[in-house]
């Protein structure tokens, strides 16, 4: 009897560890540098637009006093058409460049930020779209309040920054479109998915889900945009990579069968994940 407990308890430590590494791991992830994130979206295409523009750097206070960095880039002609692009994991606002030049050329004034835990804000664990959502609502409320000639409001976002976008439709904001590129419609299944590529048992995400939840206050399985999709008719074009296997197309079709207003679906062949600008 006292070996069994022995190894009982043993087992116990050893998935205990196990769990704490996972959800740590998960939600704490390594984030780049601005000067990091610059240099990469430099080195992938032309960002010389940038410099030359009109730009306002202030902070955002979110629902909690948490402070988010942002950046207002002015398009060169008068507009009353604005979007708030979000970024993706570990990445920051030079992350949102890509998206950058094209809603110029449509004539929008662009609002970038660093979502929580990225850029230059405060260290923060990543919620993967439940703090962040309500984070993006209060920027979107600044823009509101900041630009009252916003005739046009549009939220567009990359991986978690689209599953941000998604997610924020649950507090029905008052904006006229949302862009959802590659984005997620719960997290599990994508961690199960990084677990198997490391040829890991897929069960330790739903490990490092209950750990989450006892660290952190928030388990994985809590983390589902699709969840805030019931009833939005706000119109939603999903983007996603064809050869993404990280954050699967299936994950786009789902949320579009779940949104109850116009949307349309567009997979882009030989894209992987977050790479859809950058090969069409």
Request: glycine content about 10%; proline content about 4%; aromatic content about 10%.
């Amino acid at each position: 009897m006292t070996v069994a407990i022995i190894i009982l308890v043993v087992l116990l430590a050893l998935l205990g560890g196990a769990g704490f590494y996972v959800s740590g791991s998960v939600v704490n992830g390594k984030r780049q540098t601005l000067e990091e994130a610059r240099a990469w979206q430099q080195a992938h295409y032309d960002l010389s637009w940038y410099d030359g523009l009109e730009k306002e750097d202030y902070t955002v206070e979110s629902f909690d006093g948490y402070v988010l960095h942002a950046q207002f880039l002015r398009n060169p002609a008068p507009s009353e058409k604005y979007v708030i692009i979000s970024h993706g994991y570990t990445d920051n606002r030079f992350g949102s460049l890509k998206y950058g030049k094209i809603y110029l050329d449509l004539g929008y004034n662009l609002v970038i930020y660093d979502l929580r835990g990225h850029g230059l804000n405060a260290p923060a664990f990543c919620t993967y779209s439940i703090r962040e959502r309500r984070d993006l609502a209060a920027m979107i409320a600044d823009t509101k309040k900041r630009h009252p000639d916003a005739v046009t409001l549009g939220l567009h976002g990359e991986s978690l920054g689209a599953a941000t976008s998604v997610a924020v439709l649950e507090f029905k904001p008052p904006v006229d479109f949302v862009v959802a590129d590659c984005g997620f419609a719960e997290i599990v299944p994508v961690l199960k998915g990084a677990m198997k590529g490391m040829k890991l048992p897929a069960w330790l995400a739903e490990l490092g889900g209950i750990t989450a939840k006892v660290r952190y206050g928030y388990g994985f399985n809590e983390m589902r945009p699709i969840d805030s999709l019931a009833g939005n008719t706000v119109p939603m074009l999903f983007i996603h990579g064809a050869a993404d296997t990280f954050i699967t197309p299936d994950h786009s079709r789902h949320m579009q069968a779940a949104t109850a207003g116009e949307s349309e679906l567009r997979l882009i062949d030989g894209a992987p994940h977050a790479a859809s600008v950058l090969t069409a």
